[in-house]
T-cell receptor, first 113, second 120 residues
């Protein structure tokens, strides 16, 4: 199955700073998602982005499918951005029937005032 | 986006008892749902795929007799942890894809709030 690697594993930011989180995947994909897990464990959908660039407020994401990576940008970070960010891709890559998602190990972000 | 609701959000049970966790798709029908387990400070690991009207598909190493899955309707899947032991304590999360976005696997997955199980 696909391998999903995220970097960095931990990140500490001063409030207001910008950051880039990276997700590398070992196979071609036609489905990639970014999530934010809040302190209560809830997974919040950030982006469904198999390719291209999307923006939502202070967050944006870019997936370069041909080079097998995706980036999540957080600008003007706030303390409420703290938590763990996961990317996930279909277990079988772009193969048929890849319903199940494989998650990376996550990036733990701490934004300090 | 689609709404997936999980209940309870937190449960404490005694060792040897069974616990049932419900996962509902509130505004769409889901023929397939997914159950994940997350250990502290770790990533999500798929446990099983729940199929409406048929048997669940379990991942390698997951005991099907320990983790009973029932997907009796198009909006409800349940996970029952049978004869729970302290090592079953974990965070369990369910997921489903919204078929209104299109058919198949190239659609966005949505997650329930999760259930934190503590076995004492």
């Amino acid at each position: 199955g696909i391998q999903v690697e995220q970097s960095p594993p931990d990140l500490i930011l001063q409030e207001g700073a910008n950051s880039t989180l990276r997700c590398n995947f070992s196979d071609s994909v036609n489905n990639l998602q970014w999530f934010h897990q809040n302190p209560w464990g809830q997974l919040i959908n950030l982006f469904y982005i198999p390719s291209g660039t999307k923006q939502n407020g202070r967050l944006s994401a870019t997936t370069v499918a041909t080079e097998r990576y995706s980036l999540l940008y957080i600008s003007s970070s706030q303390t409420t951005d703290s938590g763990v960010y996961f990317c996930a891709a279909p277990r079988g890559g772009s193969g048929a029937g890849s319903y199940q998602l494989t998650f990376g190990k996550g990036t733990k972000l701490s934004v300090i005032p | 986006g689609a709404v997936v609701s999980q209940h309870p959000s937190r449960v404490i049970c005694k060792s040897g008892t069974s616990v049932k966790i419900e996962c509902r798709s509130l505004d769409f029908q889901a023929t397939t749902m997914f159950w994940y387990r997350q250990f502290p400070k770790k990533s999500l690991m798929l446990m099983a795929t729940s199929n409406e009207g048929s048997k669940a598909t379990y991942e390698q190493g997951v005991e099907k007799d320990k983790f009973l899955i029932n997907h009796a309707s198009l909006t409800l899947s349940t996970l029952t942890v049978t004869s729970a032991h302290p090592e079953d304590s974990s965070f369990y999360i369910c997921s489903a894809r919204d078929p209104r976005q299109g058919a198949g696997w190239n659609t966005e997955a949505f997650f329930g709030q999760g259930t934190r199980l503590t076995v004492v």
